[in-house]
């Protein structure tokens, strides 16, 4: 059973910055992509930004130029840097690796971003 633990989230201030980790307990076969989610209260799910296996990235307009998605395959590992954070950001922000058979997804991490 493979587990996807997040790490890194917390509160900070608007303009702020933080760096989500996202550590599979083992390798993960068969790979299309690694990403992102996020859900605040009473709103759906959103992807925030993916990553393929070729290394393409793909962001939320709400997102593009203020975080940066990136991996580690070695250490299967990927990671969400977020700059200049805004209140709107706040959110539970969820780890997502999709294979050709399964779809895996983290417990999530709150993210909170004070004005």
């Known amino acids: 059973q493979v587990q996807l633990v997040e790490s ?3 509160l900070v201030q608007a303009g ?3 760096r989500l980790s996202c ?3 083992r390798i993960i076969p068969n790979i299309n ?3 992102w989610y996020r859900q605040a209260p009473g709103k759906q799910r959103e ?3 993916v990553i393929t296996s070729a290394g393409n990235t793909n962001y ?3 997102v593009k130029g203020r975080f940066t998605i990136s991996r580690d395959n070695a250490k299967n590992t990927v990671y969400l840097q977020m700059n200049n954070l805004k209140p709107e950001d706040t959110a539970v922000y969820y780890c997502h690796t999709d294979t050709i058979y399964y779809d895996y997804w983290g417990q999530g991490t709150q993210v909170t971003v004070s004005s």
Request: proline share 0%; charged share 5%.
């Open 16 to 18: 702020g910055s933080l």
């Open 47 to 49: 992807l925030v930004a």
């Open 8 to 10: 890194g989230g917390g």
């Open 23 to 25: 550590a599979a307990s």
């Open 60 to 62: 939320a307009d709400s």
């Open 33 to 35: 992509a690694m990403g």
